[in-house]
């Protein structure tokens, strides 16, 4: 989960090597066309953001539980190579991955977008926030003047910084900038080498709690509504979407049901994504898994639907504030065409 500047860096590098393969991006990987006669299981290859964690249990449920088998579908689920999950969708070497709004929004401000298109929300709502040591005046913004924070020194991490701790009558350039890349919440909090680091709490926070740290929290969305985005959702190759549209809508189907699942058993859910990656810690994911589960839907009744004037309100505050290479117009890059009902 921790892949925000590493991300946008690879998405940025990503856009014009990835643009001359978009004619690869067809159905070669053993998945004929709509129309075809052909009984085999079409063959889906779905590409991950990071190592396996909660954000994915429910593709994993849906793959162990035979959604997809039922389905039609074969599906090998990859871990992502240097250049992320993006660049290999883009190139049609992969038909879905895991990516993020915010590390999306280079891929398309530009005048040769990637050819990827979200087609579901994995969480509904933003759930990523600042993490400090509890008692230490950092569970609002504005509290993290003087004090360290860990940066991935990314112009759209750090302008989302700015305005919640001026929001909230701070002023930033008090704020220590720590370029890090944090391997472990807990020691770096617990040894003070930071005071504040950007997490999603479903992960690092709870990992932090199980470890004894007391920490406070504040979450983005809840300083600043535009900054609710969608993270992470499900990407899909575009031409791959235009010419399979009933298989896409199957792959969605069967993921929505892995999801819902993950929702009404996550004891379950944790030991099949434990049994997918045995080296994850046991403990840490049932408390993630049984934290998410008001999360992956929330307040909506059909699973993975991103709602456009969030998708929009957040891209428009990128261009408006000088934070991508030109302004994305408004319904780009997300569609809910491929949910199922």
């Known amino acids: 989960m921790k892949r925000y500047g590493k991300k946008l860096l690879a998405v940025g590098l990503s856009l014009a090597m990835t643009v001359s393969f978009t004619a690869c991006g067809n159905t070669s990987n053993g998945t004929s066309a709509e129309n075809g006669t052909e009984k085999e299981k079409k063959k889906i290859t779905f590409v991950l953001d990071w190592t396996p964690n909660t954000n994915h249990t429910g593709v994993y449920v849906a793959e162990e539980k035979g959604y997809f088998e039922e389905a039609g579908l074969e599906v090998e689920i990859v871990q992502p190579p240097e250049d992320g999950a993006e660049a290999l969708v883009a190139s049609g070497k992969a038909q879905f991955g895991v990516s993020f709004q915010d590390t999306l929004a280079p891929a398309f401000a530009t005048d040769s977008p990637l ?3 979200a087609v579901a929300t994995i969480i509904q709502h933003n759930t990523s926030g600042i993490l400090s040591r509890k008692g230490e005046g950092m569970d609002s913004p504005k509290g993290m003047e003087n004090h360290k924070y860990a ?3 990314a112009p759209i991490e750090k302008a989302m910084i700015q305005n919640v701790v001026e929001t909230d009558g701070g002023n930033f350039s008090k704020v220590e900038l720590i370029p890090s890349t944090v391997s472990d919440e807990y020691t770096a909090l617990k040894t003070k080498q930071v005071d504040a680091i950007w997490v999603y709490y479903a992960w690092a926070g ?15 969305k ?7 985005y969608y993270t992470p959702v499900i990407i899909g190759n575009n031409q791959y979407l235009e010419e399979n549209k009933e298989t896409a809508k199957a792959f969605l189907n069967a993921v929505k049901k892995g ?5 009404n058993n996550p004891e ?6 434990c049994k997918a990656a045995p ?5 840490l994911v049932l408390e993630s898994q049984k934290w998410l589960v008001d999360q992956y ?7 993975g639907y991103i709602d456009k004037e969030r998708w929009n309100a957040f891209y428009n505050w990128l261009g408006e504030n000088g934070l991508i290479e030109q302004a994305i117009p408004e319904n780009t890059g997300f569609t809910n065409e491929y949910l199922p009902e």
């Open 206 to 220: 709870i990992a932090t709690k199980m470890k004894g740290l007391e920490t406070d929290y504040f979450s983005f």
């Open 115 to 117: 050819p990827i298109t």
């Open 151 to 153: 940066t991935w020194d």
């Open 279 to 283: 080296e994850l810690d046991k403990e």
């Open 259 to 263: 999801y819902e699942d993950a929702i």
């Open 297 to 303: 839907k929330a307040e909506v009744t059909q699973w």
């Open 268 to 273: 379950e859910a944790a030991d099949i994504l």
């Open 222 to 228: 809840d300083n600043n509504p535009v900054f609710d």
